[in-house]
């Protein structure tokens, strides 16, 4: 069953821009975590705008710095992310966003974007593709 998605009042949405410090590019790291089982799904950069439509719309949204723009995640793939919290380091530098991940996280089709690694000396894909990302684009 889908879970409702968070959402913050402007106040708290506020308080959270004053906390974050944004690069010379106005960009701050975001890691989208699954939050039920920690497991770590992609990081991307958000903006101002991005910070604050995620905590408004309790819908994950990233600055494509690909695109110089917007990046609602899931709005060509349907694969969204349900915010359930959002969290910003000690530092004020990096957030992490928990989230309710439905369909994959990764652009490759596979459920995080974290699958290579070193075994056996060799940099290995560790994670199998569960999606064909440009045939489900193109229904």
């Given amino acids: 069953m889908p879970r409702t998605a968070t959402t913050y009042p402007q106040a708290a949405i506020d308080e959270m821009l004053a906390a974050i410090k944004f690069d010379a590019q106005g960009l701050v790291p975001a890691i989208a975590q699954q939050h039920d089982t920690g497991e770590v799904l992609m ?25 110089k723009g917007p990046w609602r995640k899931g709005d060509t793939s349907g694969h969204i992310q ?31 974007c974290f699958f290579r690694a ?16 440009e045939k489900s684009a193109k229904e």
């Fill in 43 to 67: 990081m991307a950069y958000m903006d101002r705008d991005a910070v604050a439509e995620t905590m408004r719309t309790g819908r994950a949204c990233y600055w494509s710095r690909s695109r």
């Fill in 82 to 112: 349900t915010l359930v919290e959002l969290r910003v380091d000690c530092d004020g530098d990096t957030l992490l966003a928990e989230v309710e991940q439905t369909g994959v996280a990764c652009h490759t089709g596979r459920h995080n």
């Fill in 118 to 133: 070193i075994r056996d000396g060799r940099l290995e894909t560790i994670a199998p593709v569960l999606v064909d990302m």
